[in-house]
């Protein structure tokens, strides 16, 4: 059974940071690409940064340079670091693990960004 599961989200106020963390069980977690993704109410969920297999990373616009995305594979673990948090990153951050035609979500985890 696929499992990946976030924790790390919270209530915190602008400038301040917090870290993500996503525990994947039940995939061969190395062999897998890792993304963060957040949907905001009413907005449609969007990719925030994404590692693939090797360590390569790619990030959205808006967080380049504030948010950090990096994986531990010996803790089967992608994490999100995000600093300089602003109201507008308000939404629930979910994990994705994808390989070949193969894609897992977790249930998310909210963040909010007081101002």
Do not use: H
């Amino acid at each position: 059974q696929v499992q990946l599961v976030e924790s790390g989200g919270g209530l915190v106020q602008a400038g301040e940071s917090l870290r993500l963390s996503c525990v994947t069980s039940g995939i061969l977690f190395s062999a897998n690409a890792m993304g963060w993704y957040r949907q905001a109410p009413g907005k449609e969920r969007e990719l925030v940064a994404a590692i693939s297999q090797s360590g390569f990373t790619n990030y959205a616009g808006s967080v380049k340079g504030r948010f950090t995305i990096s994986r531990e594979n010996a803790k089967n673990t992608v994490y999100l670091q995000m600093k300089t948090l602003k109201p507008e990153d308000t939404a629930v951050y979910y994990c994705k693990a994808s390989r070949g035609g193969n894609l897992y979500w977790g249930q998310g985890t909210q963040v909010t960004v007081s101002s």
